[in-house]
């Protein structure tokens, strides 16, 4: 079974400071890797996805992420933060199926706080 | 190309009722996935549907059920409902797969009260 934790419920960053979202996921097989943001009352949107290409993925709005097996890690950056990436950003992990389609499990989200 | 609609947005309902939420893919998506999300427990995995058959079943009681149209139109269903359902229920489309290489996309919910 697949499985994800985000560390930190909540992330606080000044507006232009990196922002460093952690991921770890855990799974007995190479996995897909996902990460989404959330603004209120709104759906999910996919940032950027790892599917075992280039193990450094970029995305849109600036933010990039690194797949790396050794320690199984797939945290999310963005060299500078904007006001407009305050939001809930989610974690997941699915990985191909055996018998069935693919489920992605996801974390339980890291809320992004910028400060001006 | 319109995104995925969801209708209600907003919708409340008592215990013990049944409640039906509907879900519209992008054109052209065949894979239709449904997740609860509350602040407990998270965004869990419903079920999905896939040219009008379900692929794969979350861990939810039967009160839940599904089912997808011709159109690639989804439909769930929460009968008996309890205190606990109240969350905001997404619903995502994809060309073929929830999880795998395909970009899910994702509708703006119906958000479920349960008195």
């Known amino acids: 079974a697949q499985s994800v934790t985000q560390l930190g419920s909540h992330v606080s960053v000044s507006e232009g400071a990196l922002v460093l979202l952690r991921c770890n996921y855990s799974s007995s097989v190479p996995p897909y890797l996902f990460w989404y943001v959330q603004y209120p009352n709104q759906g999910l949107q996919l940032l950027l996805k790892y599917t075992s290409a280039a193990t450094l993925v970029k995305g849109i709005n600036g933010f990039e992420a690194e797949f790396k097996k050794s320690e199984t890690s797939f945290h999310l950056t963005k060299p500078s933060a904007h006001m407009s990436d305050a939001a809930e950003y989610f974690c997941?992990?699915?990985?191909?199926?055996?018998?069935?389609?693919?489920?992605?499990?996801f974390g339980r989200g890291t809320s992004l706080i910028v400060h001006p | 190309k319109a995104g995925v609609t969801q209708t209600p947005r907003y919708l409340i309902k008592t215990r013990g009722q049944q409640v039906t939420l509907s879900c519209s893919p992008i054109s052209g998506h065949r894979s239709v996935s449904w997740y609860q999300q509350t602040p407990g427990q998270g965004l869990q995995f419903l079920f999905e549907?896939?040219?009008?058959?379900?692929?794969n079943k979350g861990n939810f009681p039967g009160r839940f059920s599904g089912r997808q149209f011709s159109n690639s139109r989804s439909e769930m269903n929460v009968s008996t409902l309890e205190l606990g359902d109240s969350a905001l229920y997404l619903c995502?489309?994809?060309?073929?797969?929830?999880?795998?290489?395909?970009?899910?996309?994702f509708g703006p919910g119906t958000r479920l009260t349960v008195l």
């Open positions: 995502a489309s994809s060309l073929e797969s929830s999880g795998g290489t395909d970009t899910q996309y």
């Open positions: 549907y896939f040219s009008e058959t379900q692929r």
């Open positions: 997941a992990v699915s990985v191909p199926p055996s018998g069935g389609s693919y489920i992605p499990t």
